[in-house]
């Protein structure tokens, strides 16, 4: 297992993390939880066992027993709290009233105790905000969030599915005012779903923080057990289309990856997980297994090197289309490329 940075701070997590929305019963995503505490528990074994020492979750999952179910875990199996990250989220609806949602003071003080709670700990290492929240200012979440630095209760602060420009903003603001600042972003991104590349990994890269990837397989599409004409008796994606996809493109590009996973004798998963550890910009990658063997499938791609012919035949089926004003600064650039401007 290799370890990185966390963006600019000294931490290091595994370069996977053991995602936990598939512990416990999902009331809305039905299909993708549905882990037993047992189950739980042995894929925490299995995780720490080959090195993993990175764990996701958030207090909206399975209406907070992921959560619980991850600190039953860790106690349960004896690890040494102090050496494991453990990172959870905010913002998503956690009840039926007004305040039960959000990025507001109120809700953050409130829902961080119980996330501290049910995790059985008196700290977390990476809080995260799990969205953007247009109901509530940048600078209330990010004073509360700063504030959870300073008690302690909190070790680093990050953001998920935020767009660029907020993000910009959120970095911005905290280096003005002298706030603690987000030390990574958690995102979609996938060898069939590459946005991120058109705006936020730059931002990323100029700013250094870190880049944590959730379903990296495009909700299991990726998996390579998917047809063209989808099975609704085979995997979870026929009852949560989620992420929205390009099947057409998806098709098209598992259709390159499948040749080379059988050259190295591995799954069409292999292949596109370990094409995501070869993205510079990517620091851990999140992989939330129901079983297994699909957990040690998925980690096992840690070892695939995927050659530069192999890595230019998946970039070219996957590249995104070109688009505005991405077409029109490169093509400005002509002659200058050699200066780096």
């Known amino acids: 297992m290799e370890y990185n940075l966390l963006g600019q701070t000294g931490l290091l997590v595994s370069e996977f993390c053991l995602g936990t929305m598939t512990f416990g019963d999902h009331t809305k995503f039905k299909g993708i939880g549905g882990l037993n505490e047992l189950d739980a528990e042995n894929l925490v074994k299995i995780a720490v066992d080959f090195g993993i020492n990175f764990f996701d979750s958030a207090n909206s999952y399975s209406d907070g027993r992921s959560e619980e179910m991850l600190g039953k875990s860790i106690k349960n199996l004896g690890l040494q709290r102090d050496s494991l990250i453990i990172a959870t989220k905010v913002r998503m609806s956690v009840g039926k009233g007004p305040n039960d949602c959000g990025l507001s003071r109120k809700h953050i003080l409130v829902e961080v105790e119980k996330s501290l709670k049910r995790l059985k700990t008196d700290y977390i290492d990476l809080y995260q905000i799990h969205a953007h929240d247009p109901s509530t200012s940048l600078e209330e979440t990010l004073r509360v969030l700063d504030d959870l630095v300073r008690s302690g209760k909190v070790r680093y602060i990050g953001a998920s599915n935020f767009p660029a420009w907020r ?42 923080l870190g880049l944590l990837i ?28 989620y992420p929205p996809v390009n099947l057409e493109k998806l098709f098209m590009i598992l259709d390159v990856l499948k040749p080379i996973a059988d050259a190295h004798n591995v799954s069409v998963a292999q292949v596109s997980l370990a094409w995501l550890l070869q993205q510079k910009a990517v620091t851990s990658i999140i992989i939330g297994a129901k079983n297994k063997v699909q957990l040690e499938d998925n980690i096992k791609s840690s070892s695939l090197n995927l050659t530069d012919s192999e890595l230019k035949k998946i970039n070219e089926i996957s590249k995104l289309s070109p688009e505005y004003p991405g077409w029109v600064i490169e093509y400005s650039r002509g002659n200058r490329k050699r200066y780096n401007l």
Request: charge should be positive; charged fraction near 25%.
């Open 167 to 208: 993000l910009s903003m959120a970095l911005s603001f905290s280096e003005f005012k002298n706030l603690e600042k987000f030390v990574a972003l958690q995102a979609y991104y996938t060898v069939a779903a590459r946005d991120l590349e058109r705006e936020i990994i730059p931002l990323l890269d100029n700013q250094q």
């Open 214 to 241: 959730w379903s990296p397989l495009a909700g299991g599409l990726l998996s390579g057990k998917y047809k063209r004409e989808l099975d609704k008796n085979v995997g979870r994606r026929n009852t949560v289309d």
